[in-house]
């Protein structure tokens, strides 16, 4: 057995989700690969892998209940959060990875290939330049900008039913900047298992043009 699989199982009960224990496996793969690559490419600031656990795995994790099924990007996905999670525990979800750092999507790519997972891609792109064959149902980010930015350099990106998903701290200090044709639906409240700091999901749609 994995060293961390005891607490990464706890924090999943904790956060009431159905998670499978093959699916749990590949989580803690990724984190070991993660962890390995670390040392070189310095993909993040966290280097305890047991703390990884936590900020990094669980921390993606309790935003699913919030999401919903469809074709995702996540816009500025660094080492692959929260992005190849979701495409470990969301094997019907379509899950497209974009950074404009080359050195953290070519970590994700071979994230991707040896977890096999068949339902991601990444794309090593600016934002603003991405232009894809068709647009997004949803929309996440985590830790790339500040709101108000996310939301206007994605917006060709959405597709015309679909929502942003802004994963962050303390939301409400980011609500003033805001475009003028966008609109909060929900700001959820999350708890992470061992995660003091504040965390929320802020959930936006454009309005409909006439």
Not at 90 to 98: E, K
Request: hydrophobic content about 45%; overall charge negative.
């Amino acid at each position: 057995m994995h060293p961390l699989a005891p607490t990464l199982q706890h924090g999943i009960a904790e956060l009431q989700l159905d998670i499978s224990a093959e699916q749990q496996a590949k989580l803690l793969t990724y984190l070991d690969l993660l962890h390995k690559w670390n040392k070189v490419y310095n993909l993040t600031a966290i280097r305890d892998p047991k703390e990884m656990v936590s900020h990094h795995l669980l921390d993606s994790l309790a935003v699913l209940p919030h999401l919903w099924a469809g074709r995702w990007l996540d816009v500025g996905c660094g080492a692959g959060l929260p992005g190849v999670v979701l495409a470990i525990v969301r094997p019907d979800w379509s899950i497209t990875l974009l950074d404009s750092n080359s050195k953290k999507t070519s970590f994700v790519q071979q994230a991707i290939i040896q977890l096999g997972l068949k339902n991601a891609h990444v794309h090593c792109a600016r934002v603003e330049d991405f232009q894809p064959a068709q647009p997004f149902d949803g929309i996440i980010s985590r830790a790339f900008t500040e709101l108000g930015d996310f939301l206007r350099c994605s917006r060709h990106l959405l597709a015309d039913n679909g929502h942003w998903a802004a994963m962050k701290g303390h939301a409400e200090n980011e609500l003033g900047n805001l475009p003028a044709d966008c609109t909060i639906d929900k700001i959820h409240t999350l708890h992470v298992p061992t995660i003091d700091a504040a965390r929320s999901l802020v959930i936006a749609t454009p309005q409909t043009r006439i």
